[in-house]
């Protein structure tokens, strides 16, 4: 209800489903703060480094 409420005081949105293998990094990152508690944002702390192969690979197949 809440997402709801947001997107209705938007004049454009779109809502995509992407299946995980596609957006696979972000599941990854989304793990690792739930489930290893990175609380801290990676924005501010930098990329560690299973992220940072994660990001050569992804290019590499683009």
Same mark, same amino acid.
């Given at each position: 209800?809440?997402?709801?409420? /947001?997107? *209705?005081?938007m004049?454009?949105?779109? +809502?995509?489903?992407?299946?995980?293998?596609?957006?696979?990094?972000?599941?990854?990152? /989304?793990? *690792?703060?739930?489930m290893?508690?990175? +609380?801290?944002?990676?924005?501010?702390?930098?990329?560690?480094?299973w992220?940072?192969?994660l990001?050569?690979?992804?290019?590499?197949?683009?």
């Amino acid at each position: 209800m809440e997402i709801k409420t /947001a997107l *209705s005081n938007m004049h454009e949105w779109e +809502l995509e489903v992407v299946s995980r293998k596609s957006n696979m990094i972000t599941f990854l990152i /989304a793990r *690792s703060v739930t489930m290893d508690m990175r +609380l801290q944002s990676y924005v501010a702390r930098g990329e560690v480094a299973w992220l940072r192969g994660l990001f050569a690979e992804e290019r590499l197949t683009c």
